[in-house]
T-cell receptor
Framework: GNSVTQMEGPVTLSEEAFLTINCTYT??????LFWYVQYPGEGLQLLLK?????DKGSNKGFEATYRKETTSFHLEKGSVQVSDSAVYFC??????????FGKGTKLTVNP | DTEVTQTPKHLVMGMTNKKSLKCEQH?????MYWYKQKAKKPPELMFV???????INESVPSRFSPECPNSSLLNLHLHALQPEDSALYLC??????????????FGEGSRLTVL
């Protein structure tokens, strides 16, 4: 079945540091890939998505590229801010009604 | 309007109570979802409604009873819950179900505590 593996962290960075959160997936066919973010005490928000190989999703300075050859969708940001502190979930949609989530990575950014 | 609205935000109930969680969206989405999220875990799918019909029940205990009165509303009726059911309950919607998109719009959740 479909699955997502992401680095679990927690990840602690200083402001303006470079961020990478790794995400790899296993899926049949051609899934769509997503990064969702959950700020403390809130629901999940879609951060970015990519629906086909080599697509790059980007939003709020975050980027992720759909790499079919390495089955990866790593999240990156060049310079993190304190306000980026949250839990980040990588997710996959294989065309059914079920969105498959990774376990989540908690990011803390210190001033 | 790109919001999914959930009420109440917080709910405390005893094991013999009956309560309901409500969810509303006005984006014209035809699929609606209930997820359960425990602390430090990803959301777990409970139910999916597609075009107002229940399409997925992830073997959820019958003490949770979903209802979709119309395409904009989704309820989760709660009865005889256990303390281990305490969690954040998230509602979500999507344009359709299945297909290549899968983009879900989530509400802020209802935090349930069962005493």
């Amino acid at each position: 079945g479909n699955s997502v593996t992401q680095m679990e962290g927690p990840v602690t960075l200083s402001e303006e540091a470079f961020l990478t959160i790794n995400c790899t997936y296993t899926a049949t066919g051609y899934p769509s890939l997503f990064w969702y973010v959950q700020y403390p005490g809130e629901g999940l928000q879609l951060l970015l998505k990519a629906t086909k190989a080599d697509d790059k999703g980007s939003n709020k300075g975050f980027e992720a590229t759909y790499r079919k050859e390495t089955t990866s969708f790593h999240l990156e940001k060049g310079s993190v801010q304190v306000s980026d502190s949250a839990v980040y979930f990588c997710a996959l949609s294989g065309g059914s009604e079920k969105l498959v989530f990774g376990k989540g990575t908690k990011l803390t950014v210190n001033p | 309007d790109t919001e999914v609205t959930q009420t109440p935000k917080h709910l405390v109930m005893g094991m013999t109570n009956k309560k309901s969680l409500k969810c509303e969206q006005h984006m014209g989405h035809r699929a609606m979802y209930w997820y359960k999220q425990k602390a430090k875990k990803p959301p777990e799918l409970m139910f999916v409604y597609s075009y107002e019909k229940l399409s997925i029940n992830e073997s959820v205990p019958s003490r949770f009873s979903p209802e979709c009165p119309n395409s904009s509303l989704l309820n989760l009726h709660l009865h005889a819950l256990q303390p281990e059911d305490s969690a954040l309950y998230l509602c979500a919607s999507s344009l359709g179900s299945g297909g290549p998109f899968g983009e879900l719009f989530f509400g802020e959740g209802s935090r349930l505590t069962v005493l």
